[in-house]
């Protein structure tokens, strides 16, 4: 009898019966669609939810000394934040839920604040202590996890619109992009003051410039998605401003600044001039790629590229070598015909003497050097030895065929080429004391350009300060400086507002103010506008620390309410703005992803370190090699197996090609800032889960897991499965039906019409497997991706 493990679902009925658990998921969307209709139709019936927010609410100040309400001796406020809340419960008549259990508790806050399950051993634990403090310890003990800084920078890469590769066509690899995701994890576990996070990421190049830190920082504004074969380089100038002003105006101040580039705002009073004279503060920004690491910082990951590197690069030289002599004939010529492809406006600044540059041709210029390669020489020599090309020279058909076998006689090496890594880094950096000019442009058109404007910022944030004093550095304007230093100030109450309204989003779907990245008039009122205030004043007062503002909101009652739902409540506030009910919320198409890796034994908990490529179902057409110089598909699985089980964070992000996996759950938009998480239920993430090899080889593990944790006992596998993937044990109805399950989909697979080949699908990661039994085994394992496909493991509660 053959007990070979594969991974495949080759069993009679398996599909019926999970299929079913796992259109729970489905079936949970539709009363919650039902529900809301419901409501929908008593809503005249209903007292509205208002807000007792002024107009313009964001621009005014933070109320510093804002009073906190009186509880009334109610046993229930554990928190200055609940007394917020019951305040605001009281109006309509509405208590507060009792409060989740334990069990509950801790994979709630676990996975809000780790983005993993919790252990049985760690929910036992918790449940066991009884010491007045369990509950804070345990957020501390979760505080200190670097696993905090992993969840908290995926949330702030969302905004930061991360990503492993350029965009557009080519969509170029950034093979050190991951510094930046490394910098942002590092920030969020060493508690760094986000006053702090927020001056390096927009000019810590000019605040410490002997900072390698504070420069990788400014990989947020050097992130944008970016097309290296542009032809037009001034107007690449234009929307790289855009991107970036778009970004800050967005991610920062929850303003839609963007409406304001073509027109003055519609809603918001901002004008198009006001949005303009933000851009220039970005006007001298030039993004450099290939910052070399200085000496003593090198990881063991750079290290193991750079020897790579060498041995690869070694072993090529002669053949790189020869191509390099067969350019180099045609150099001169290619390189100019290169740079007359490029539009009007650009060849002016590209063809001009350098001592008449002006600051957009040093821009220009710089551009052009960043992005010209050995491509675009190798690009003319194929091109001029064809007969019908107007520079044609019969020579060059030679030296196009030599040059082409010598291209094929590269790849006899290409197992030696190092797949990830590098030895630079990105930053922003300037290009001198004086910026190109900013203009007004008439609808946005950069072909327009109407009056030069200098920095400054909108009326409707700051007031009548909306020049602020710019100081240049020796090789810098000093501009970014500037607004760094107003976006952390006192005189600007966006910042932290927008901050801990994301933090409580985070936490609780919603931010207390809805729309968490418009704070303008199309936005929403906030609902509590008092506690926004408190929070915002307990951040600043707590040096801006991330772990402390979080770690009052997770201890406080709200936090730790129920998520049951209540007919009064739906009665009366079916949105549940006012935090009755603790609200359920699915897991993150991360979240989902790590959780069944991390049940499953199976993940690996290494930190930080060059994006990986895990497995991907064979039918994926990645496309063809990179033209980016550095050879490879869109997609090339890795090798080391340990990769394949790393974090999610960590999976390469391509812009073309997001890893199917998680695709179809609602991840990030890495091609602009991504503030919220869609929640979309569809039949093909249940299928999804369902039909992946990758899944299902976890659920090997897991059931693997589960057997050598349990022993051999079905009842106390049973209970273990539970503990693992929902932190508690099945009851007894459900109990009952685990166990219909096993006896009948043994059977399927006894009765099951064989081959000459007997392969089922057992448990993996066992010790010792001599006592067996292969259909019993393989029962379990269904049993087991059943329900880890099921609703309750895809939703906190």
């Known amino acids: 009898m053959n007990k070979k493990k594969i991974i495949q679902v080759a069993l009679i009925g398996l599909s019926a019966s999970a299929f079913l658990a796992g259109s729970v998921i489905a079936a949970e969307a539709t009363k919650a669609s039902e529900k809301k209709t419901a409501a929908a139709d008593k809503k005249e019936k209903v007292k509205p939810i208002t807000s007792n927010a002024v107009k313009d609410w964001a621009y005014v100040p933070i109320n510093a000394s804002v009073s906190v309400p009186d509880a009334n001796g109610s046993k229930w406020v554990r928190s200055p934040i609940d007394n917020f809340v019951l305040a605001r419960l009281n109006e309509y008549g509405l208590k507060p839920s009792a409060e989740a259990d334990r069990a509950t508790y801790i994979r709630r806050v676990t996975l809000d604040l780790l983005g993993l399950l919790p252990t049985p051993a760690e929910v036992e634990a918790f449940e066991n202590d009884r010491s007045p403090d369990a509950y804070e310890k345990l957020v501390d003990r979760l505080l200190a996890s670097p696993h905090f800084g992993e969840r908290q920078a995926r949330r702030w890469l969302d905004l930061a619109r991360y990503a492993d590769s350029a965009g557009f066509q080519n969509d170029q690899t950034r093979p050190n992009n991951w510094r930046y995701r490394d910098y942002v994890i590092k920030s969020f576990n060493e508690d760094k003051p986000f006053n702090q996070f927020v001056r390096?990421?927009?000019?810590?190049?000019?605040?410490?410039?002997?900072?390698?830190?504070?420069?990788?920082?400014?990989?947020?504004?050097?992130?944008?998605?970016?097309?290296?074969?542009?032809?037009?380089?001034?107007?690449?100038?234009?929307?790289?401003?855009?991107?970036?002003?778009?970004?800050?105006?967005?991610?920062?101040?929850?303003?839609?600044?963007?409406?304001?580039?073509?027109?003055?705002?519609?809603?918001?009073?901002?004008?198009?001039?006001?949005?303009?004279?933000?851009?220039?503060?970005?006007?001298?920004?030039?993004?450099?790629?290939?910052?070399?690491?200085?000496?003593?910082?090198?990881?063991?990951?750079d290290i193991d590229f750079i020897t790579a590197q060498a041995t690869y690069q070694a072993a090529i030289k002669p053949v790189t070598d020869q191509q390099k002599a067969i350019l180099d004939q045609v150099r001169e010529k290619g390189r100019k015909y290169h740079?007359?492809?490029?539009?009007?406006?650009?060849?002016?600044?590209?063809?001009?003497?350098?001592?008449?540059?002006?600051?957009l041709?040093?821009?220009?210029?710089?551009?052009?050097?960043?992005?010209?390669?050995?491509?675009?020489?190798?690009?003319?020599?194929?091109?001029?030895?064809?007969?019908?090309?107007?520079?044609?020279?019969?020579?060059?058909?030679?030296?196009?065929?030599?040059?082409?076998?010598?291209?094929?006689?590269?790849?006899?090496?290409?197992?030696?080429?190092?797949?990830?890594?590098?030895?630079?880094?990105?930053?922003?950096?300037?290009?001198?004391?004086?910026?190109?000019?900013?203009?007004?442009?008439?609808?946005?058109?950069?072909?327009?350009?109407?009056e030069a404007v200098e920095p400054g910022l909108p009326k409707l944030w700051a007031g009548s300060k909306t020049h602020l004093e710019i100081t240049p550095t020796a090789t810098s304007t000093g501009r970014r400086t500037a607004l760094a230093n107003w976006l952390v100030s006192e005189e600007n109450p966006l910042t932290t507002r927008v901050y801990v309204n994301r933090v409580w989003a985070q936490l609780f779907v919603k931010g207390i103010s809805g729309i968490v990245e418009d704070f303008g008039r199309a936005g929403e009122k906030p609902t509590h506008p008092e506690l926004l205030d408190y929070l915002a004043t307990e951040f600043v007062k707590n040096d801006w620390s991330p772990k402390k503002l979080q770690r009052e909101i997770v201890l406080s009652a709200v936090y730790r309410q129920k998520s049951d739902e209540r007919a009064d409540v739906v009665a009366v506030d079916p949105a549940n703005k006012l935090l009755a009910v603790y609200p359920r919320k699915r897991l993150e198409a991360e979240e989902l992803r790590d959780s069944l890796l991390y049940a499953s034994g199976?993940?690996?908990?290494?930190?930080?370190?060059?994006?990986?490529?895990?497995?991907?179902?064979?039918?994926?057409?990645?496309?063809?090699?990179?033209?980016?110089?550095q050879g490879g598909a869109l997609w090339e699985e890795a090798k080391d197996p340990n990769d394949h089980k790393r974090r999610s964070i960590y999976t390469f992000v391509r812009r073309s090609l997001p890893y199917p996996l998680t695709a179809s759950f609602d991840p990030a938009d890495p091609s602009k800032p991504h503030h919220k998480r869609d929640v979309s239920t569809t039949a093909l993430q249940a299928l999804t889960l369902f039909n992946s090899d990758v899944v299902f080889s976890w659920s090997q593990a897991l059931a693997g897991r589960v057997i050598s944790e349990a022993g051999s006992n079905e009842n106390a596998q049973l209970d273990k499965l539970y503990e693992i993937l929902f932190s508690r044990k099945p009851n007894r109805t459900e109990k009952a039906a685990l166990k219909d399950f096993l006896k009948e989909q043994e059977k399927?697979?006894?009765?099951?019409?064989?081959?000459?080949?007997?392969?089922?699908?057992?448990?993996?990661?066992?010790?010792?497997?001599?006592?067996?039994?292969?259909?019993?085994?393989?029962?379990f394992v269904d049993l087991v991706h059943a329900v880890a496909n099921s609703n309750e493991f895809a939703y906190r509660f």
Not at 340 to 359: C, G, H, M, Q, V
Not at 430 to 440: C, D, I, M, R, S
Not at 608 to 625: I, R
């Open 200 to 301: 390096e990421q927009i000019a810590g190049d000019e605040i410490w410039p002997e900072s390698q830190e504070a420069k990788i920082a400014t990989g947020l504004l050097a992130g944008y998605p970016d097309n290296f074969n542009s032809r037009d380089l001034v107007q690449r100038h234009y929307q790289i401003a855009t991107d970036v002003t778009d970004l800050v105006g967005e991610t920062f101040l929850a303003s839609t600044i963007g409406c304001a580039r073509c027109h003055n705002h519609k809603i918001d009073k901002i004008s198009q001039v006001e949005y303009f004279q933000l851009q220039a503060f970005f006007a001298n920004a030039f993004a450099n790629e290939r910052v070399e690491l200085a000496k003593g910082t090198e990881t063991q990951w």
């Open 339 to 359: 740079n007359e492809r490029y539009l009007t406006d650009s060849r002016d600044a590209i063809f001009k003497s350098k001592e008449l540059w002006t600051p």
């Open 361 to 450: 041709d040093k821009w220009v210029n710089s551009r052009l050097n960043a992005v010209a390669s050995e491509r675009d020489i190798a690009a003319y020599l194929r091109e001029t030895s064809e007969k019908h090309h107007p520079q044609f020279d019969p020579a060059n058909i030679e030296r196009w065929t030599e040059y082409q076998r010598l291209t094929e006689e590269l790849k006899k090496y290409d197992n030696l080429r190092p797949r990830r890594g590098s030895k630079t880094y990105t930053a922003l950096t300037e290009l001198g004391t004086q910026a190109p000019e900013t203009h007004v442009r008439f609808n946005g058109i950069h072909e327009r350009p109407l």
């Open 602 to 629: 199976e993940l690996d908990e290494t930190i930080g370190g060059p994006a990986v490529f895990p497995k991907v179902p064979a039918s994926l057409v990645a496309g063809n090699t990179l033209n980016n110089g």
């Open 748 to 779: 399927l697979v006894e009765n099951k019409v064989w081959t000459d080949k007997f392969e089922v699908a057992v448990p993996t990661g066992l010790k010792d497997t001599k006592n067996l039994d292969p259909f019993k085994a393989a029962a």
